[in-house]
Each structure stands twice: as structure tokens, then as C-alpha cells.
């Protein structure tokens, strides 16, 4: 890349008798190129991001637009734009892993993670890719076979497997296909049975490995059996070692299911079961849309980043995933711009969060004048 001019660029505000809080100072230090991608702006918070965020741009009504890229070349070009963890389906890290042996998947899960480490990148979870194969038409955990209940459970036992060679302990459940298409199909008492039936085998399978189930109401299926962040706590209130079962929660997912994304996320940050996020947009309670995060609900968007700050969400070691698809439209050069602009997005709003008066807060919530403080919230996100 040819950089010929650098640009730095320091903002701060100070509300007045109010000191300089060091938190609000945004620091941009960026060669003019890069000044979309906010690859700079400071933040406390590690970002991760999968393989799958940038792909071919098929839709269930037209073929691919763009070229695939490299694995390889996705993870240098995700160091690059300022992620620090990769995200993983269990079949992105060891392809066609349904014809190799157990000892065959963890050798191509240690090559892998020489890829990782190569770049400087961690591993933040592995998930069963339970929705593909025709094993998986009916579910994975809840089908009404024994076989694909029983492979269902294999993909899970060898995403074990592929996280202790990528060095993480994070397997993420996204229930796809947990559901009904036709709601007199399954029972759903049994299907919420036999989720926990099979989590509760993942965590004797190996007694280090935390799971993350990542709820969703609908999509593909019809009815799902875990579709918010509450179905998911009280599923893990339920299994053998409820301390090692949390959540990650996808801003889409809550709006689908007519939530607010910073609630969700507040109601699992209530339990400290939230050990992952999955931030995008979504106009409405439409298609699944995993448009870049904050692009139509700005005000949302914010809240989610001031309860993660308010919370010291990361902590621990937790990641800010961006769950976000390109748009179809996009052109192969520009297919990384979606994760640039959520990134910058997640950054700005983080500076914001960090500038929010709380003393003002207080005052407006004394006099009950929220709509005072309404207004407040709005000039933040509307002046610079
Ligand atoms: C789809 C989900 C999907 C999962 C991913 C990890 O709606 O958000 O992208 O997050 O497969 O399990
Ligand atoms: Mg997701």
C-alpha cells in the first residue's frame, strides 16, 4: 500500500466545570487511506470477527457476485483493518471434516492455528456448523433422528476438539435449525430437553470448555426453541455445570425477536453469563439483514456500547464480535468496507459512552425530566 500523507487527529470535549476526562481524548493517528476504516481510534475493547463475515454475497434468490477469498488472506486482511480474534465454524477451521478421522481434524486444526499465530491473532470460539449437511435438515440436537441427533453430537465432541487446538475454550451453539417448521412436528418440552441433554454431554466431554448459546427467534426455522437471552439463561440454570453455560448475544437476533439488542445484552451481563456479543443492524423485523452495526438504529447501537462500557464487558477476556454481512452490491475491492465501518462505528460510539454525563443524568433523572435527558442523548450523537 503506498501511503504518501499521514494524518493525526486528537478530539476531546469538555463540558463546562467539568474536567478534561481522559477517557473522552480520541486519538486518530491514520495515513489519509485508511481514514474510513478508524483502525486507530483508541478503544479497551478486542474485536474478533469470522471468516464467513466476508464472503461471496449469494442470496437465496441470486448466485455469488464476488470472488472467494483465501482463508489465509481473510485472517492477514482482518489483522489489518484492527481485529484481534478470529471466530470460527468448526468446518471454516478443518474443511470437510465429515470424511477425516478424529487424529486427521486435530492436525488441520494445529495447522491452522500456525495461520493464527502467524498473524498475530487469537481464536475466540468454534461453532458446529449444524444447519448444512443433510444430516442436520430436521436440527442437530432436537432432530427426530437418532442418527443426525447422534451426528449432531460428533460435530460438537470434534468442535471440542478444533477449540483445544486453537487454543480457545469458547464453543458457540447457534441453535439454527432447533425448532419447527411445522409446529405439531416436535415436542417442543423434549427439544428444549434434549438441548440441555446435549450441552450437558459437551461439558462432560471436556471439563475445561465453556458454551455460549447464541439465541435467535426464527430463521431458518419457523419456531425456534431458544430465541432470546432469557430462554438462554434459564437453559443454562438447567445443565450439569450451569457456571460454564452463557450466552452471546447478536443485536440482530434481539431486534427479530421485537427486543431491544441493549437490554438483551444487559439482561445476560445481569447473570455474568455474557461472554459474547455479536454487533450488527437490522431494519426491522424482517429477513435476518446483519447489516453493519449501527447503521440504522444509531441511538441502539450506542446503548449497547454504553451498557458494555458501563459493565466492563472484556474484562475477562470477552471479544466484541461483528457479526455483519457486505452488502450484495459491493464490489470485490471495497469487501472489507462493512467491517471497517462497524469498526469505526463500535469506536465512535465507545468515545461517546466514555464522554456521557452522568452527573447530568442524575440531575435530569431527580427532576424526572427524561426528556431532558432524551434531548441530551440525541446532541451527543448528533454534534461531533
Ligand atoms: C446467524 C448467526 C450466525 C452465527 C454463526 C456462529 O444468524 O448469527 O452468523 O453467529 O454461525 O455460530
Ligand atoms: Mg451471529
Same mark, same amino acid.
Given at each position: 500500500?503506498?501511503?504518501?500523507?499521514?494524518?493525526?487527529?486528537?478530539? $476531546?470535549?469538555?463540558?463546562?466545570?467539568?474536567?478534561?476526562?481522559?477517557?473522552?481524548?480520541?486519538?486518530?493517528?491514520?495515513?489519509?487511506?485508511?481514514?474510513?476504516? @478508524?483502525?486507530? &481510534?483508541?478503544?479497551?475493547?478486542?474485536?474478533?470477527? @469470522?471468516?464467513?463475515?466476508?464472503?461471496?454475497?449469494?442470496?437465496? $434468490?441470486?448466485?455469488?457476485?464476488?470472488?472467494?477469498?483465501?482463508?489465509?488472506?481473510?485472517?492477514?486482511?482482518?489483522?489489518?483493518?484492527?481485529?484481534? =480474534?478470529?471466530?470460527?465454524?468448526?468446518?471454516?477451521?478443518?474443511?470437510?471434516?465429515?470424511?477425516?478421522?478424529?487424529?486427521?481434524?486435530?492436525?488441520? *486444526?494445529?495447522?491452522?492455528?500456525?495461520?493464527?499465530?502467524?498473524?498475530?491473532?487469537?481464536?475466540?470460539?468454534? *461453532?458446529?456448523?449444524? !444447519?448444512?449437511?443433510?444430516?442436520?435438515?430436521?436440527?442437530?440436537?432436537?432432530?427426530?433422528?437418532?442418527?443426525?441427533?447422534?451426528? #449432531?453430537? !460428533?460435530?460438537?465432541? %470434534?468442535?471440542?476438539?478444533?477449540?483445544?487446538?486453537?487454543?480457545?475454550?469458547?464453543?458457540?451453539?447457534?441453535? =439454527?435449525?432447533?425448532?419447527?417448521?411445522?409446529?405439531?412436528?416436535?415436542?417442543?418440552?423434549? @427439544?428444549?430437553?434434549?438441548?440441555?441433554?446435549?450441552?450437558?454431554?459437551?461439558?462432560?466431554?471436556?471439563?475445561?470448555?465453556?458454551?455460549? &448459546?447464541?439465541?435467535?427467534?426464527?430463521?431458518?426455522?419457523?419456531?425456534?426453541?431458544?430465541?432470546?437471552?432469557?430462554?438462554?439463561?434459564?437453559?443454562?440454570?438447567?445443565?450439569?455445570?450451569?457456571? %460454564?453455560?452463557?450466552?452471546?448475544?447478536?443485536?440482530?437476533? =434481539?431486534?427479530?425477536?421485537?427486543?431491544?439488542?441493549?437490554?438483551?445484552?444487559?439482561?445476560?451481563?445481569?447473570?455474568?453469563?455474557?461472554?459474547?456479543?455479536?454487533?450488527?443492524?437490522?431494519?426491522?423485523?424482517?429477513?435476518?439483514?446483519?447489516? #453493519?452495526?449501527?447503521?440504522?438504529?444509531?441511538?441502539? #447501537?450506542?446503548?449497547?456500547?454504553?451498557?458494555?462500557?458501563?459493565?466492563?464487558?472484556?474484562?475477562? @477476556?470477552?471479544?466484541?464480535?461483528?457479526?455483519?454481512?457486505?452488502?450484495?452490491?459491493?464490489?470485490?475491492?471495497?469487501?472489507?468496507?462493512?467491517?471497517?465501518?462497524?469498526?469505526?462505528? #463500535?469506536?465512535?460510539?465507545?468515545?461517546? =459512552?466514555?464522554?456521557?454525563?452522568? *452527573?447530568?443524568?442524575?440531575?435530569?433523572?431527580?427532576?424526572?425530566?427524561?426528556? *431532558?435527558?432524551?434531548?441530551?442523548?440525541?446532541?451527543?450523537?448528533?454534534?461531533?
Amino acid at each position: 500500500m503506498k501511503v504518501d500523507r499521514w494524518c493525526l487527529k486528537i478530539n $476531546f470535549s469538555v463540558r463546562r466545570g467539568h474536567s478534561l476526562n481522559l477517557r473522552s481524548v480520541v486519538v486518530e493517528v491514520c495515513p489519509l487511506s485508511l481514514l474510513g476504516g @478508524g483502525k486507530y &481510534i483508541m478503544t479497551k475493547f478486542k474485536f474478533s470477527v @469470522g471468516p464467513w463475515n466476508v464472503h461471496e454475497g449469494a442470496d437465496a $434468490f441470486g448466485p455469488e457476485v464476488r470472488k472467494s477469498i483465501a482463508f489465509e488472506k481473510k485472517v492477514a486482511k482482518f489483522k489489518e483493518v484492527g481485529f484481534d =480474534a478470529v471466530q470460527f465454524h468448526d468446518d471454516d477451521a478443518v474443511p470437510d471434516m465429515n470424511s477425516l478421522t478424529d487424529a486427521q481434524i486435530r492436525t488441520k *486444526a494445529k495447522a491452522v492455528r500456525k495461520i493464527l499465530d502467524k498473524n498475530g491473532m487469537a481464536a475466540e470460539f468454534v *461453532a458446529p456448523r449444524l !444447519w448444512m449437511d443433510p444430516r442436520t435438515a430436521d436440527g442437530g440436537f432436537t432432530s427426530n433422528s437418532k442418527e443426525d441427533r447422534e451426528f #449432531a453430537m !460428533w460435530r460438537s465432541y %470434534r468442535s471440542i476438539d478444533i477449540a483445544n487446538e486453537l487454543g480457545c475454550d469458547k464453543i458457540v451453539l447457534w441453535l =439454527a435449525r432447533e425448532g419447527t417448521l411445522c409446529a405439531e412436528s416436535k415436542s417442543a418440552v423434549e @427439544g428444549i430437553k434434549r438441548l440441555i441433554e446435549s450441552i450437558d454431554k459437551m461439558l462432560e466431554y471436556d471439563k475445561k470448555i465453556k458454551i455460549l &448459546i447464541e439465541p435467535k427467534p426464527n430463521e431458518p426455522i419457523d419456531r425456534s426453541f431458544c430465541g432470546t437471552i432469557g430462554h438462554v439463561m434459564g437453559m443454562s440454570a438447567a445443565t450439569v455445570d450451569p457456571s %460454564r453455560v452463557g450466552g452471546l448475544l447478536e443485536s440482530a437476533h =434481539a431486534i427479530l425477536a421485537g427486543l431491544d439488542p441493549a437490554n438483551e445484552i444487559s439482561f445476560g451481563l445481569a447473570f455474568g453469563k455474557l461472554w459474547g456479543v455479536h454487533l450488527n443492524d437490522q431494519n426491522g423485523m424482517k429477513y435476518d439483514q446483519d447489516k #453493519a452495526f449501527g447503521v440504522e438504529n444509531l441511538r441502539q #447501537a450506542f446503548n449497547q456500547i454504553r451498557v458494555l462500557v458501563e459493565n466492563n464487558y472484556g474484562s475477562k @477476556g470477552e471479544y466484541i464480535g461483528l457479526d455483519v454481512k457486505a452488502m450484495r452490491t459491493q464490489k470485490d475491492d471495497v469487501s472489507y468496507r462493512h467491517l471497517e465501518n462497524s469498526l469505526k462505528i #463500535a469506536k465512535m460510539l465507545e468515545e461517546k =459512552a466514555g464522554r456521557f454525563d452522568y *452527573a447530568y443524568q442524575r440531575e435530569c433523572i431527580e427532576k424526572r425530566d427524561y426528556e *431532558a435527558l432524551e434531548m441530551y442523548v440525541m446532541e451527543l450523537l448528533m454534534k461531533g
